[in-house]
């Protein structure tokens, strides 16, 4: 088994990066892994990284494998934000460990698994590492396409195309890793749209297949401006409560930790000269929820499209498989009942919503808004 069985479906997509372990002459310092959500970006790029640091390529045994691919190696930095942005802080101090050479391993690599997330100004701060990086300093940087990326970074990178891996290949990795029975494992890889990390979640948690059925559901369950004004509420008020019990027990622990680390016993006054980290700890936190909570709300939106995705298949009588499998009797039934006008009036309804969101609108407005427009606007054709 080699670090790169875990880049599910992309044997073609990552030779490049394979190429330039076993040839110094295809090798350059700084790399944009791209693709969809997904498909792998992140994989990749620490299969990269632990390649790059391995003697026989990227065995996955060896020490050096096996450090990289934990995050734990002492030469490879791996930076995936849970904030909405990556700071000017952040980047600056990627930069100053760019500056140093390997401690140990055979080269430095920094890893970006959000590098869209950088506004024009910390793209910016970044370029000059990127134009003349240090000898054995390799950037690789992840994002959903290159026009994520400041054109003045992505013009400076090898770029790295991933693509959606095959339902089939996800479901036999589930199969093989997870000891995933393989008729739920495909369901999961189907539903999850080959995303591999949310295939898992829903072959593993039954709760989050439960919760997935009750998002899937709106699709029938609005009728009117009342049932519309309360999907649109329940679904911002599960995002809330997700967010809140991801988030809660680690805000605790980092609190905690960082009382002790500035010497204030538990309950205790906190220093005013002190109260300025505690500020910027607590703004921390409130960033992390809200990316999580926009994460949340964004993913009920997509299970929703691929939904109406379904059901327009069914209507124009499409022979491409069907993306909820456990729910085909309830598209058939909405296909029945509704028009293909019908099916993409919502979604445009729920393209805009994501839209909306990505743009910082309230979400609770956003999804009212949406709400209203997935109401039956034609009489039902039985």
Not at 174 to 184: C, V
Not at 213 to 221: E, F, I, K, P, R
Request: charged share 25%.
């Amino acid at each position: 088994m080699t670090v790169w069985d875990e880049v599910v479906g992309q044997e073609r997509q990552v030779g490049p990066l394979r190429a330039a372990i076993d040839d110094p002459g295809s090798m350059t310092h700084a790399w944009l892994i791209t693709g969809p959500p997904g498909s792998g970006r992140s994989y990749a790029a620490r299969a990269f990284a632990a390649a790059l640091q391995c003697e026989r390529g990227g065995c996955g045994e060896c020490r050096a494998c096996t450090t990289a691919l934990s995050g734990s190696h002492a030469d490879v930095t791996l930076v995936a934000t849970e904030k909405v942005t990556i700071s000017i802080d952040e980047v600056r101090d990627l930069i100053g460990l760019a500056a140093t050479s390997p401690s140990q391993g055979r080269w430095r690599v920094i890893v970006v698994e959000d590098a869209d997330r950088m506004t024009e100004r910390t793209s910016n701060v970044l370029l000059k590492s990127i134009e003349e990086p240090p000898a054995r300093t390799v950037w690789v940087l992840c994002a959903p396409s290159p026009q994520d990326v400041a054109v003045t970074i992505r013009s400076r990178c090898r770029i790295v195309g991933l693509r959606t891996p095959d339902p089939q290949d996800v479901a036999h990795l589930l199969t093989e890793r997870d000891g995933i029975e393989p008729a739920l494992a495909l369901e999961c890889a189907l539903a999850a749209q080959s995303h591999i990390g949310i295939a898992r979640r829903l072959a593993r948690n039954p709760d989050a297949r439960a919760r997935r059925d009750q998002v899937l559901a709106l699709a029938t369950d609005i009728r009117g401006v009342g049932d519309a004004i309360f999907a649109a509420a329940d679904l911002v008020e599960v995002a809330d409560a997700d967010a809140k019990a991801a988030t809660e027990e680690r805000d605790a622990e980092e609190k905690a930790q960082l009382m002790t680390t500035l010497g204030v016993e538990d309950g205790g006054r906190i220093p005013p000269a002190l109260r300025a980290q505690l500020r910027q700890l607590e703004e921390d936190q409130k960033r992390r929820a809200t990316r999580h909570k926009r994460d949340v709300l964004d993913r009920a939106i997509t299970d929703l499209m691929s939904l109406y995705r379904d059901v327009a298949v069914a209507q124009t009588g499409a022979t491409v498989p069907m993306v909820n499998l456990a729910h085909e009797g309830h598209v058939r039934d909405l296909a029945e009942r509704t028009t293909l006008a019908d099916t993409m009036r919502c979604l445009d309804a729920l393209g805009t919503a994501r839209e909306r969101l990505a743009g910082n609108v309230a979400p609770l407005l956003a999804l009212e808004a949406m709400a209203l427009d997935l109401r039956p606007r034609t009489p039902s054709r039985r």
